[in-house]
């Protein structure tokens, strides 16, 4: 049988974020990487017919690889064209070469079969996100997943013929799984056995940079570790005996194996500690953000799902160089720059984490200081990807989340972004539906400019009306307020300039400051 059940997603159904080289702005002049979805079937043909050899075991050059093996080597590692070349692929390149292969499971309960569809196809990117081969999956329809075992008998049965057929080596279950239906279901297909959960936990694990981003994610692990110590150091041995992969698997990375092996107590030990670590860290946090905010300037913060283009949007908007890379979660500890409004107004932009379904509990503290600059902000610019399959329920996930964290009365302008990729039609739809929203391309530059205009007028204007006198050394101050205020009226005395104007609060002050009696 094949391992196409009724319905199946491939590499090549699903929009496969691109290899890492694919980075856009790193000013690279590599020739583009091959797109994963190759890569990933170059892997699988070539581990398919050559087991666990390494290269020093392959014959690179003799007749052990086929052209189709040789060609998709070549545009997968840039090699060269000869086979000399060929031979020269080192232990690490071959590594990289040997992506962990993961067939998808997924169950369509009381949601549409596009909802169940679209979700597989997200567990698939996030799946090719964490640096793992996407070979197949299959999908369920079933009111409520099997208490033992996530599937039903029949369709465990199917994906255990699935997993034999593509030589995969780890199932992803679209769910959270509790650790008895995660060992039923490993009993059955025989491989390692993951949920969306701990593949979301371990993107995080590799994209967290800041301490406290570190922090945050070890500690989400861990308490999902908490429950499942005993099936986890199962899954662990038994993945001991299968091949050795390059660096640890998805599901496994972070806390470590010396961490896994901690009992309990030590575990919570370690989680209290993390929680002073976070507490302790919170501080400086609020002083960085009330710097911004105590300086009167107003913030925008950019949110929405993940990969919807919140980073490009930023880049566009301010010139910024922030990594933007075709891989979920990209970004995970907030950036912030400076910007100006097309009326010379300064204001802050930060961009951040991105959304996904069925964020797990374990993640919301993690999303914190990131959703912090949304709370604090004046405007959320909620970036919609137009041309994805399903964009609208990508904006209610987002708003589930904004609703969660407190954040939902900060007025949001919806960005419906990557216009050049959507159809009219879903563009239409998606206006009729939402409302007030701009369509932009942060590629081409579409409609940015009309995206700036709506950005300064919601924007708050300056509040404070000011009758002043600014001495003539303190030029900078009547500039600002030129610049960031509404001037009403202004005169030269032989004092200094005379102002009637209105500013914000702390433009007021310093100008209270700088008066010279009137
Ligand atoms: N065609 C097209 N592609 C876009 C557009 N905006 C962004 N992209 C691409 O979409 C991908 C994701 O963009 P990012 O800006 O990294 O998305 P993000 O929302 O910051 O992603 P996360 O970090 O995952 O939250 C990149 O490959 C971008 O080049 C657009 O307007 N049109």
Redesign the pocket.
Known sequence: MTPATQTVVTTTDVAA??TPD?V?GRGSTAAPAAPRADRADAVTRILARHGDAGPADLDWDGDQLDLAERQALRRVGGLGSHSSELRDVTEVEYRQLRLERVVLAGLWTSASVEEAEASLRELAALAETAGSAVLDGVLQRRPTPDPATFLGSGKAADLKEVVATTGADTVVCDGELSPSQRRGLEDIVGVKVIDRTALILDIFAQHAKSKEGKAQVELAQLEYLLPRLRGWGESMSRQAGGRVAAGAGIGSRGPGETKIELDRRRIRTRMARLRRQIKEMAPARETKRSRRTAGGVPSVAIA????????????RLTGAG???????????DPTVRRSRTPDGREMVLA?T???VRHLPTQLVEAFRSTLEEVQGADLVLH?V?A?DVDPEGQVAAVREVLADVGALDVPELVVL?????ATPETVARLRSRLPGAVV?????GEGLEELREIVAERLPRPQVDVDVVVPYTRGDLVSRVHVDGEVLEEEHTAEGTRLRARVGEHLAAQLEGARTAV
Do not use: H, I, M, Q
């Open positions: 974020p691109a694919d856009v929405g799902y993940t990969n919807a283009g919140k980073s490009s949007l930023l880049n922030v990594l933007v890379e075709d891989a979920l979660f990209a970004t995970l961009d984490v991105g959304f970036v990807d041309s972004n990557k216009a050049d990729l932009v391309s942060a590629r081409t």
